[in-house]
């Protein structure tokens, strides 16, 4: 059998239900591999060993018992930071939250236990999740395992920094504009943004809660097909969450015959040669599995930045009023009256980025400029919404990078403008409610991970996570890190 760390998170499940593996051994192991790398890559805030250790004992009790097994037994699963584990610290990476205990789990933390998942520990991330490059969290910053010196991407950060370096089989993450498929791609894994509505938001700290969606960073696409399978349900406590049945997620290698990719070309015509090349290589390996590659008209997506930052400063900016050192959180010990309360524990409390997000979301809503920003951004996202509909006429899926280069140095991008930027081939998906996955690609000419991205119509998940197997199959770049074998 190869290393522990080297099973996906299915063959873990499989050898621990053939008895080959103990599920102590195996929580034993990662807990250990943590231990021994994380000092210098920073993914972890906290990690639950205890917990873990006593849900991996009773799964090895309930085996030797033949009493019946969750679908995620024994698998370790590393939760993002801004979801709920109760009883435990939820800190969204801000000293705002240092002292907050959760009095219940989110949704698809609990459905994951339920299936048997053990919770490992919480993953750093930008604070609030406002971020691209993990550089925001109030603590410290996570590092890319592929390069020490550069940085892991952001807001999931840590997630995805943990599964690349084998730290854990499974994370989740959150996809606000990118969050999820942007860090995976930088370090070569892979990330899923479900359809909006298909994973209940309960028990997510909210940014933007018309864009913000939860799901899995993993090492394979068959497992982000296992978490989707559990975690996709639908949630009475989330009026958002969609109310479907479970999907199952059969995977082939194979390509439906007359399967049609879009391109659009017209938007990517400002990549990177490199960045160019390798996209277009991967466009290659679709047209080998049979797919027939057209062109798609979104060029409105030039002006998806412009609208993601208005709408979802706006949406944080409503949000994050509900941290005001009153109701949890931490307060202000210098604070002589209400008002002082107010502004000294959001002063103290919140960081520079989230700030200034706030600021802005609350300059587009204030009297006078709502109509001039808010809900001028509200229309253009309504027809991005109608350019992805039209371009899904005449295609299966939509094909584009994920990122605009490989991971960048730590501290290399000092203007926010130009850091917002690196999102500008994933927050269409936000802004349209689509589903997207990033798969790795290849690399770059510094040997750094680079993804590739596969959008598709809302709903049709189970299509895109297909696509994506088809392409990881055929590709097959994904490989852990130097280092970290």
């Not at 435990?88 to 998942?117: H, Q, W």
């Not at 930052?309 to 900016?317: D, F, M, N, P």
């Amino acid at each position: 059998m190869k290393d522990l760390h080297h099973l996906s998170a299915r063959e873990l499940n499989a050898a621990f239900l053939k008895g080959e593996l103990s599920a102590v051994k195996i929580v034993e192991t990662f807990l250990s591999r943590i231990e021994a790398h994380d000092k210098q890559i920073g993914a972890f805030l906290s990690t639950l060993a205890p917990r873990a250790l006593l849900k991996a004992e009773s799964l090895d009790k309930k085996r030797s018992q033949n009493l019946p097994l969750g679908k995620m037994a024994a698998i370790p699963v590393a939760i993002k930071d801004n979801m709920h584990i109760a009883e435990e610290i939820t800190t969204c990476g801000s000293k705002f939250l240092t002292n907050y205990k959760a009095p219940f789990s989110a949704t698809a933390v609990r459905l994951m236990e339920e299936e048997d998942a053990i919770l490992i520990g919480k993953t750093n991330l930008d604070e609030f999740a406002m971020g691209s490059s993990n550089e925001n969290s109030a603590f410290f910053p996570s590092k890319n395992p592929w390069d020490l010196s550069s940085v892991p991407g952001g807001s999931s950060g840590g997630s995805a920094a943990a599964v690349a370096a084998r730290l854990s089989p499974i994370a989740t993450g959150t996809d606000t504009g990118g969050s999820i498929r942007q860090p995976a791609s930088l370090c070569g894994i892979v990330g899923f943004k479900p359809t909006y509505g298909r994973v209940s938001r309960y028990g997510l700290v909210a940014f933007g809660s018309s864009l913000d969606q939860i799901g899995p960073l993993t090492a394979t696409v068959e497992d982000a097909a296992l978490t989707m399978e559990v975690i996709g349900r639908n949630c009475p406590y989330d009026a958002t969450s969609m109310d479907l049945p479970t999907e199952s997620y059969p995977l082939s290698p194979q390509l439906e015959e007359g399967t049609v990719i879009g391109v659009p070309w017209k938007f990517l015509d400002q990549l990177k040669p490199e960045i160019k090349e390798n996209f277009t290589q991967s466009i290659e390996v679709m047209k080998s599995l049979g797919a027939k590659i057209i062109e798609v008209d979104l060029d409105i997506l030039k002006y998806s930045i412009a609208v993601y930052y208005i709408i979802a400063t706006a949406e944080a900016s409503t949000n994050l009023a509900r941290f005001d050192g009153i109701r949890f959180g931490v307060r202000s010990k210098e604070a002589k009256n209400l008002e002082e309360i107010y502004e000294q524990s959001r002063k103290d409390g919140f960081g520079r980025e989230v700030k200034k997000r706030i600021m802005l979301g609350t300059y587009v809503l204030s009297s006078g400029y709502q109509d001039a920003f808010y809900r001028k951004a509200q229309k253009v996202r309504t027809l991005i919404i109608d350019a992805f509909e039209k371009a899904f006429s005449n295609c299966d899926a939509v094909m584009m990078p994920v990122a605009t280069s490989g991971a960048f140095k730590s501290g290399a991008i000092q203007d926010p403008v130009e850091m917002y930027l690196q999102d500008i081939f994933t927050v269409s998906a936000n802004l349209a409610g689509l589903p997207a996955i990033s798969v790795p690609s290849g690399y770059d000419s510094k040997g750094l991970p680079l993804g590739t991205q596969i959008l598709g119509p809302q709903m049709c998940d189970v299509a895109v996570m297909q696509y994506a197997y088809c392409y990881e199959q055929a590709s097959k770049h994904s490989r852990i890190p130097g280092g970290y074998e």
